[in-house]
């Protein structure tokens, strides 16, 4: 079945969801200095590997929401407190 040019790339509607994303700013280095947890330290308690934490703090890496759910719960306090919109 042929798809035509566009095959394979996003329809319009989905690219603009995508256009100018940026990273979602969060708290999670400071929160997590302020109980003096080591990235390693919160790795641990979300059973996700160290990398990973470290790829959320620096803006690398949205976490899912599962996960960010988690991170919240970790810290005890509501995702919008954790994460931030500019």
Do not use: C
């Not at 989905?14 to 940026?22: E, H, K, V």
């Not at 934490?53 to 970790?74: C, H, M, Q, W």
Request: hydrophobic share 35%.
């Amino acid at each position: 079945m042929d798809r035509g040019e566009n095959a394979g790339e996003p329809s319009r509607d989905q690219s603009d969801l995508y256009d100018g994303a940026q990273p979602v700013k969060n708290r999670l280095r400071v929160l997590r200095a302020e109980r003096e947890w080591s990235q390693q330290d919160l790795a641990h308690q979300l059973e996700v590997s160290r990398q990973s934490v470290n790829a959320i703090e620096t803006g690398k890496y949205d976490p899912s929401l599962p996960l960010a759910f988690r991170i919240a719960d970790v810290f005890g306090l509501p995702i919008e407190q954790i994460f931030l919109r500019d």
